[in-house]
């Protein structure tokens, strides 16, 4: 019954920024990792940031220095600030989290996506 749901997604030319947003309905859970994933057309869903419930952060390297994740656990939300946006950016961009004692390769809960799409 918990559930995901992505907004912020958009149209940015290269070199903008976007921020995303994540917030979980349903009934109040605690979640240990939260974070983003994203696929692009014909790719398989890549694990784009993540935080843990510690705050500790990791980003791909693909991202790493442009995007920033940050988390407020209390209101089980996330977000991610992107920043000098590219056009390999481009993809849907799911939020995905934990429970404690699960594995963030294989989250536990899931949003439906928000796309990003960065023009050249």
């Known amino acids: 019954q918990v559930q995901l749901a992505e907004s912020g997604g958009g149209l940015v030319q290269a070199g903008g920024s976007l921020r995303l947003s994540c917030a979980a309905t349903?009934?109040?859970?605690?979640?240990?990792?939260m974070g983003w994933y994203r696929q692009a057309p014909g790719e398989q869903r890549e694990s784009v940031a993540r935080?843990?419930?510690?705050?500790?952060?990791q980003y791909s390297d693909s991202v790493k220095g442009r995007f920033t994740i940050s988390r407020d656990s209390a209101k089980n939300r996330v977000f991610l600030q992107m920043n000098d946006l590219k056009p390999e950016d481009t993809a849907v961009y799911y939020c995905?989290?934990?429970?404690?004692?699960?594995?963030?390769?294989?989250?536990?809960?899931w949003g439906q996506g928000t796309r990003v799409t960065v023009s050249s």
């Open positions: 995905a989290a934990t429970t404690y004692g699960g594995n963030w390769n294989v989250p536990d809960y």
């Open positions: 349903g009934r109040d859970f605690r979640f240990n990792v």
């Open positions: 935080v843990t419930s510690g705050l500790f952060t």
